[in-house]
């Protein structure tokens, strides 16, 4: 299903330059919504696969949104011609920033979240609205 929502989106292409930011919002709101709808999709046996797939389409259509937008966002701060030096910068510090969500996440499983009422505080702490 992912590759479906990437050739669907695809064809929206056109529409990207003109608002990227917009076009960056909702990628990110999909790939939230995507990701959700994986991590519940356990949750609804009955539901697995519809579940499991539409999330898989959600994010298939918000890697080609955010992939789509992200040069004339970051040639909107290149000044001089340092468009790839800004890019690169822009890779290696969602790299780092990802490698320490990961170890946050398994530091946070392995100690606080290893029992129940550390999953309960980790929900509220991590949910915001409730």
Known sequence: MQHVGKLICSNWGGTMDSEPKRWRLLA?????????????????????????????????????AARATRLPIYSSFAKEGNLSDLLAKGEAFSTLFNVIGIGVGIQLASTICASMQGKVKCFYLFVPGL
Do not use: Q
């Not at 709101?29 to 999330?55: K, N, Q, W």
């Open 28 to 64: 990110d709101a999909l790939y939230d919504i995507g990701t959700g709808l994986e991590v519940l999709s356990p949750r609804c046996p009955h539901l697995f696969l519809e579940m499991a797939g539409l999330g898989n389409f959600a994010k298939g259509m918000s890697v080609v």
